[in-house]
């Protein structure tokens, strides 16, 4: 993929851009290095939110510039990335890089620092498909038990030999069944289930998500036009394990969602909130405003619901543009959340490739093309100036999910659907049997760190 057609907005502003003169000189690794490492420093001290703290390091004190990178991060900064594997990563964020297909919650044994992982979800067609299902638990990866430091294997392409687990009251057990599945490149279209549902006068459309790529606003267009024909009165849209994506899918969703007579191409949809320097410079020209402001988009979907009201189902695992569509929508129709606490991110990340100048012109730096750095740029807020805290957000009605009931998503059962289900249709939810995954004695689940690709709200380039 070229990156100059998938540079991201900042772009836009190339004349504020601080760039760093080309050596033809010199061509070795420690060149391309401080290169690479003076790009950084120049970006970060221009465009990062902690601008001011960045530590003064100079360029040419380190050889490898993710370490320099990493070296000039705030502590407040749990989220910056950088890779010298553009086109990889950027596959990955479209949805379209090789993958096993699945999603995984994972646990650490009590008194032991052996772990396991249990499946959230799998994507139709995909290797887990074959084999896993929602529920499944893991408990040795290629015949050794495995700890926190292996669980990036789980997820890495290759071939898993994966040794399954069962459930024996509290505790995990190993269940002697071994599968094997091997990654390959898909298409992994994040809405993963749509569903009708009614209950008495109600038409209620069901739209499981699992991540912001405008790769496919095309599955959104479809989804909610079934849901248009169908007659759906409410929505219940399912982000329990939506990490968050680009700026293009959150603004499209929200575009199609908001009640059709405020949801008006053009109008002001959200805000974003840089360093002071910057955001003088951006207020003082109109040129600018794309930086500032975010509007709504044509979508040609609009559900235009009857009750101007929307369910969300959320967890610790809605972060970044998902919390950034509540939050907008919230500005515009009443909004009940469903599930646990969201996880509080509520910054922006932007994209940059090196340059160097040249006659006067800022010319992308071939010899450092597979690099990308993603600093965080801005805090964003919704047209009243929610969130304003650095808390997640918490649900009007907290219902704990528990993977291990066997109860799939869309099933009517399932605990978090359930509950939005009784509250539309105002009768009351009946409690299914089994024991909630945060109750067990002999394990415990792990939190995630969301610091992937896939875990941010990144403006791409208009």
């Not at 991201?8 to 502003?13: A, E």
């Not at 292996?150 to 069962?166: A, E, F, H, R």
């Not at 549902?197 to 909610?224: D, P, Q, W």
């Not at 006659?359 to 010899?367: C, I, M, W």
Request: charged share 25%; with cysteine; aromatic share 10%.
């Amino acid at each position: 993929m070229n990156t100059s057609k998938i540079l991201f907005s900042l772009f836009l502003v190339l004349s504020l851009l601080v760039s760093c003169e080309k050596d033809n000189n010199h061509s070795e690794d420690n060149e391309l290095a401080t290169r690479m490492n003076q790009f950084i420093q120049n970006n970060l001290s221009t465009f990062y939110l902690w601008y001011d703290e960045i530590p003064d390091i100079k360029p040419e004190s380190e050889k490898d510039p993710k370490e320099y990178f990493k070296a000039l991060l705030s502590s407040k900064d749990k989220w910056s990335l950088i890779t010298d594997d553009a086109n990889g990563l950027l596959e990955e964020m479209a949805g379209t890089g090789e993958t096993y297909g699945y999603g995984l919650a994972y646990g650490r044994f009590n008194n032991s620092d052996k772990c396991f992982a249990i499946v959230q979800y799998v994507y139709p067609g995909s290797p887990a498909a074959e084999k896993l299902k929602r529920g499944d638990i893991i408990v040795e990866l290629n015949s050794q038990s495995f700890t926190e430091s292996d669980l990036s294997k789980l997820t890495n392409p290759g071939t898993l030999n994966l040794g399954m687990g069962k459930q024996e009251g509290n505790v995990l057990a190993p269940s002697g069944k071994t599968v094997t599945i091997t990654s390959r490149k898909m298409d992994a279209d994040p809405v993963l289930i749509t569903k009708l549902f009614e209950r008495g006068n109600h038409k209620i459309g069901y739209l499981m998500y699992t991540n912001f790529t405008k790769t496919f606003n095309t599955s959104i267009v479809k989804a909610f036009n079934e849901f248009k024909e169908a007659g759906i009165t409410d929505l219940v849209l399912d982000l329990r394990y939506n990490h968050g994506g680009d700026d293009d899918a959150s603004t499209f969703l929200c575009s199609a969602i908001v009640p059709k007579e405020k949801a008006v191409v053009g109008t002001l949809l959200s805000k974003e909130t840089w360093n002071s320097p910057c955001q003088k410079i951006f207020e003082s020209d109109p040129q600018y405003e794309n930086l500032l402001n975010r509007f709504f988009v044509e979508t040609n979907c609009n559900l235009d619901l009857p009750s101007q009201k929307v369910y969300i189902l959320t967890s610790g695992e809605t972060v970044s543009a998902s919390e950034y569509t509540i939050a907008c929508l919230k500005a515009f129709m009443d909004v009940e959340l469903v599930g646990t606490k969201t996880y509080g991110k509520y910054v922006t990340m932007y994209a940059f490739s090196s340059q160097y100048e040249e006659n006067g012109k800022l010319v992308a730096d071939k010899e450092l093309a597979n690099w990308l750095i993603f600093p965080v740029c801005s805090r964003f807020t919704n047209i009243d100036g929610y969130p304003n805290s650095l808390e997640g957000m918490t649900p009007q009605h907290e219902v704990k999910e528990d993977l291990f009931n066997g109860i799939q998503l869309g099933d009517e059962n399932e605990p978090l659907l359930a509950e939005a289900l009784a509250l539309i249709s105002g009768t009351r939810r009946m409690q299914v049997k089994g024991k909630s995954i945060e109750t067990s004695p002999a394990f415990n689940m792990l939190p995630k760190s969301f610091n992937d690709i896939k875990s941010n709200r990144i403006i791409h380039v208009k």
